[in-house]
């Protein structure tokens, strides 16, 4: 399983080439505190033979003065080498660690647990392909496993691995696997993580590490490191949209002008027609130069010297690119933004803005929201803190060429740096979606900012007393078959029938309209609710109490049209009823279509439904009627003061 080859001693040149060869893999193990992230790491150098026999010896010692096994070998030591890390037996400081099979190469980035060390976590994810997070088969997902399950996943790392640590300690129990994994999808299903796996372990003892466990015969998929020698990268490098960032402008002579730096993503040939950024000017490929010779094309991630046809100026910090397949140009971007100081985020203080190798002066205009990562909810607040992260808007003095951050996480990338001490103080993910893609539009500003705002003639106060209530919005959701549009008219004939102006707003009625666009992915039913949110505003604007019936399947939408409506003008009422008795009551077919695959992304069948985490109201319409859910609705707008 090691790196040890017949070739060192019989050819060291063919093994030196054999060992060139190998495909580099690059993974983080990440998780909450004590989950064994370090202990896994040293069992994977530990049974792969990748520590030197004096390596070896200074461990085991160390082992009975630092180790926290009681004395016996402690893997752990192996990655903990800080003084600080060994006296408290935690992770302090990213630590990476280089090893090799016959198969692949791997380079280890050790993070840390703590949540006041996020930022290093941060930034030992930043250039990740895989990540492992450790889970404690006795403690479950914990409040760091999710913050930092968000932030591999905000950081674009498409393959995560969930160790199932310590399972000795819970007797090797299927049940208890079985638990923490379905608990652990339940979360996952709101994160970007397309390719998901589960693997049970002993980190200390070496279960299902490097070699299959005995003690788990249920377990049938592949060891740890038979899936880190397995898994598949090759499609995760960007090899459509080619993007040369200029690190140097490298004049040896008056007969050489070539620009330097390493290729971003795609690929580039001689005689390819480019245009540079941002000047514009297109040119051709004339060389393709590197230490070894000219090559006819090269590839992300190579370092190559290009020169060209004609003579363009150019210097550091600009961007070439294949004509037409371009970048964003431009001196203002959105971005989820990693705030890594001390000292809070001050909107509007001036930065550097260290963008691929161009270095730039702007600012943060705007934290449109932050995130928080146990939930993944969004709140409204003035500034990030440390280990914060938020969606903000970024200024700059100049503009610069860059691309989504999914799309290419060089491109999409920044730091922030602070202009006095020039520390590192933030890490930026630009969100600049393709035109083909699904736009989110709850954060767009107007096309104009010479738009204003007109204001009505009526008060709020002499709408409230002309109709004697207290304009809101009542939002109704639940599973399809729960009941909600049958209850919001059936409160709307209540109301009206006691002298209230209101009207229901149902969501099927507004794809018949309004949304007759949208279909009913996640996207769509967030624009759906979205649209719905505005129109519901002009209502209560103009002193109506609407009654919204939507699905709403989504707390995070939820919580952004709450946000969107204003501080306490809207009411969830959680219409609720078991799945059984929804499809008893479907009389469309609607989830025979959903079972059969006729119709996709269905709440309950095909897509996850999130109950609301705390709704004002909820209505079991198993065991209540009709009337009753709206006596107690209108029980629910009297007690808060609406009618």
Not at 9 to 35: M, N, P, W
Not at 78 to 102: C, H, M, P
Not at 260 to 278: H, L, M, Q, Y
Not at 401 to 416: K, S, T, W
Request: contains cysteine; proline residues 3%.
């Amino acid at each position: 399983m090691s790196h040890q080859s017949e070739l060192i001693a019989t050819d060291i040149d063919a093994y030196l080439r054999q060992h060139e060869e190998k495909e580099l893999l690059r993974f983080i193990t990440c998780g909450s505190v004590d989950d064994g992230k370090s202990t896994l790491i040293g069992r994977l150098l530990y049974d792969s033979k990748m520590i030197y026999e004096d390596q070896l010896s200074a461990i085991q010692k160390d082992s009975k003065i630092h180790g926290t096994t009681g004395g016996d070998f402690d893997p752990a030591l192996l990655t903990d080498g800080l003084k600080a890390e060994r006296e408290q037996g935690i992770t302090i400081d990213v630590a990476y660690r280089y090893f090799s099979t016959a198969k692949r190469k791997f380079i280890i980035a050790d993070t840390p647990g703590h949540e006041q060390y996020t930022r290093n976590m941060a930034t030992g994810a930043s250039t990740a392909d895989l990540a492992i997070i450790l889970v404690d088969a006795r403690h479950g997902v914990q409040t760091q496993t999710r913050r930092h399950s968000f932030i591999t996943s905000l950081l674009g790392i498409r393959h995560v691995v969930v160790a199932i640590n310590k399972m000795d300690l819970v007797d090797f129990s299927e049940e208890v696997f079985d638990r923490i994994r379905d608990e652990y999808r339940d979360f996952a299903v709101r994160l970007n993580i397309p390719d998901l796996d589960f693997i049970p372990i002993s980190a200390l003892r070496g279960d299902n590490v490097v070699d299959q466990s005995a003690s788990t015969p249920w377990y049938h998929g592949p060891t740890l490191m038979g899936f880190l020698e397995s898994v598949y990268i090759g499609s995760d490098r960007n090899l459509e949209d080619f993007r040369f960032p200029v690190q140097l402008v490298n004049r040896p002579n008056l007969d050489f002008r070539g620009y330097c730096g390493t290729i971003a993503s795609g690929i580039v040939r001689k005689g390819d027609e480019v245009v540079v950024f941002p000047s514009r000017r297109t040119t051709r490929v004339k060389q393709i130069v590197t230490y070894d010779g000219e090559l006819e094309e090269a590839f992300a991630p190579q370092a190559v010297t290009l020169t060209l046809e004609d003579e363009v100026d150019i210097s550091r910090g600009n961007v070439i690119s294949r004509t037409g397949n371009v970048p964003r140009m431009n001196d203002r971007f959105d971005a989820m933004v990693v705030w890594m100081s001390e000292q809070a985020m001050v909107p509007g203080k001036v930065y550097h803005i260290k963008h691929a190798t161009s270095l730039v002066t702007g600012s943060i205009s705007t934290l449109r929201y932050a995130v928080d990562v146990n939930t993944l909810h969004r709140h409204e607040q003035p500034t990030l803190s440390l280990n914060e992260i938020g969606r903000c808007t970024i200024r700059l003095n100049e503009p610069v060429a860059f691309d989504d951050y999914r799309q290419n996480r060089l491109m999409g990338a920044f730091i922030i740096i602070d202009r006095l001490t020039n520390a590192t103080v933030g890490a930026g993910m630009i969100q600049a979606r393709s035109s083909n893609e699904a736009r989110d539009h709850w954060d767009d500003e107007p096309v104009s900012e010479s738009l204003h705002e007109s204001f009505s003639q009526v008060s709020d106060a002499e709408r409230a007393a002309r109709f004697g209530q207290q304009p809101l919005t009542l939002l109704l959701t639940g599973l399809t078959g729960a009941g909600k549009s049958t209850i919001a008219y059936a409160l709307e004939r209540r109301l009206f029938e006691q002298g209230r102006a209101c009207t229901v707003l149902d969501g099927e009625n507004m794809r018949l309209g309004i949304s007759k666009d949208l279909g009913f992915s996640a996207e769509d039913r967030s624009e759906n609710l979205r649209r719905a949110v505005e129109v519901a505003r002009l209502m209560n604007k103009a002193g109506l109490l609407c009654i919204a019936s939507f699905v709403a399947p989504s707390e995070e939408v939820r919580q952004r049209a709450a946000a969107e409506l204003g501080d306490g003008k809207l009411l969830v009422v959680h219409v609720d009823a078991p799945i059984e008795l929804c499809r008893e009551r479907d009389q469309r077919g609607h989830y025979a279509a959903a079972d059969s695959g006729e119709i996709a992304n269905f709440p309950g069948v095909s897509a996850p439904y999130e109950a609301p985490a705390a709704p004002d109201l909820v209505l079991d319409t198993a065991k209540t009627g009709v009337s009753g859910c709206v006596d107690a609705l209108v029980e629910l707008l009297e007690r808060r003061g609406v009618v």
